[in-house]
């Protein structure tokens, strides 16, 4: 899939439209999606979330944006009440409202029943906490949320893009957990993730005391005043006058402090750490994102289509098996060698195809496979039923011999005679 010409639009910090633009020239910016694909629903109903369907390379999905600006809610008055009056009330950006967690759920139930994979772009600082909100039932539709990705059949993917952040509760009801079969999490190199910001963490973990500490462990000056103060010979107004110094001097690195406190935080909220935390699959680049996330999902939508062919051939198969034997076939049909494909989308995409069309006759490992699967799981249910119900044994024998053709009965006629009776 090629990348779309154009300007490629550039995610930036600060409050910005989630919609498609052009620059003062005209000039048309692209964005994630194909060109003039995306098709936004319910947008008058809780607009601090934008949902819609579009298209990516082609392929329709369901997406879940931020709008990160602050945007006004209109509440009318009510006829009824002649006391009443209209409202306008101010909601910020990247935070879950009662109104848009429940439009963010029925968007992805919406999509889910259409079959569609869903894209969200995750950024996200938390819901709102306020009295008013929890009256309004905001902790309940953020379950909904949670019940909406776990009933997900299709792909679901997260994407935290550039100078996004993923913090609290809203990490909570999209985390990857929730559905391990169908979701994953990804994270731009600019992005960052935690459940509290790095001011909140400094605030809790590393306070004023702590600060202090710090400065009489490694600031020489801060060492060498509370040193000299320490001395029992001082008179009072020395001990005044050096109070008063270690207290400039405490006021002094106080803020310095404090900002390395908070970049030494924010340090551990990088796509980095997180990776290494195993709570996110990979750290994308934004110029890429779009043809990583084409690549993956055709890989997905086609791997889901392979599962569901050997599910039912042995419905007892889980996923982590079905997944392992995909893997080994890929591994017996193209060789050790050339093991480390497995992990680049583009080339399984194109070896599933392969599977899957099987131009020119050719042979098909995974069609195979599945009948051997299929003729297994067969035969192992007929021994079941006749071990658990020895009286019909021989009734089977002779329902099964009338259903063969005349060279089958011959053939099981010469191994019954062979076979030797079962000691007594």
Avoid at 50 to 68: K, M, N, Q, S
Avoid at 219 to 231: F, K, N, Q, S, V
Avoid at 275 to 296: A, H
Avoid at 382 to 388: D, E, F, G, Y
Wanted: hydrophobic letters at 40%; a negative charge; charged letters at 25%.
């Amino acid at each position: 899939m090629q990348e779309q010409e154009g300007v490629y639009f550039r995610l930036e910090s600060g409050p910005q439209s989630a919609h498609r633009r052009s620059t003062q020239k005209g000039q048309w910016l692209s964005g994630f999606f194909d060109y003039g694909s995306f098709s936004e629903i319910m947008q008058p109903w809780a607009q601090t979330v934008v949902v819609g369907r579009a298209r990516l390379g082609g392929i329709p999905v369901g997406v879940v944006a931020v709008e990160t600006r602050t945007v006004e809610l209109s509440i009318p008055a009510d006829p009824a009440n002649l006391d009443s009056e209209a409202k306008i009330i101010q909601q910020a950006g990247q935070v879950w409202f009662p109104d848009s967690a429940f439009k963010t759920s029925q968007a992805i139930k919406d999509f889910n029943r259409e079959g569609l994979p869903l894209m969200v772009f995750a950024n996200w600082r938390g819901f709102s906490g306020g009295m008013k909100d929890m009256y309004d039932q905001v902790l309940k539709f953020g379950a909904y949320i949670v019940d909406g990705l776990r009933e997900c059949s299709q792909p679901v993917m997260v994407y935290i893009p550039p100078q996004a952040e993923l913090r609290g509760g809203s990490w909570v009801v999209i985390d990857p957990t929730i559905n391990p079969r169908h979701m994953e999490m990804y994270a731009d190199r600019e992005s960052r993730g935690s459940v509290l910001e790095p001011e909140g963490t400094v605030e809790i973990k590393f306070r004023r005391k702590d600060l202090v500490k710090t400065m009489r462990r490694v600031d020489p000056i801060y060492i060498h005043l509370a040193e000299r103060l320490g001395t029992p010979e001082l008179s009072a107004a020395e001990r005044k006058e050096l109070e008063g110094k270690l207290k400039e001097r405490e006021e002094f690195l106080i803020p310095i402090y404090h900002q390395i406190a908070v970049q030494f935080a924010d340090l551990h909220d990088t796509p980095g750490r997180m990776q290494e935390k195993g709570v996110i699959n990979d750290i994308l680049d934004w110029k890429t994102s779009r043809t990583f996330f084409y690549w993956r999902l055709r890989r997905l939508l086609l791997e889901e289509l392979v599962k569901k062919k050997i599910h039912n051939a042995n419905p007892e198969l889980t996923d982590g098996q079905i997944q392992a034997m995909l893997r080994r076939w890929f591994v017996e049909v193209e060789g050790t060698v050339k093991a480390y494909v497995w992990d680049n989308n583009k080339d399984l995409v194109e070896w599933l195809e392969k599977q899957l069309t099987e131009e020119d006759g050719a042979r098909s490992v995974i069609e195979e496979n599945i009948k051997y699967i299929s003729r297994d799981y067969v035969l192992k249910q007929i021994r079941s039923l006749v071990q658990a119900n020895p009286e019909v044994a021989m009734d089977s024998v002779v329902y099964m011999t009338q259903h063969i053709s005349p060279t089958q009965q011959a053939e099981v006629v010469r191994i019954l005679s062979t076979m030797e009776s079962p000691s007594t």
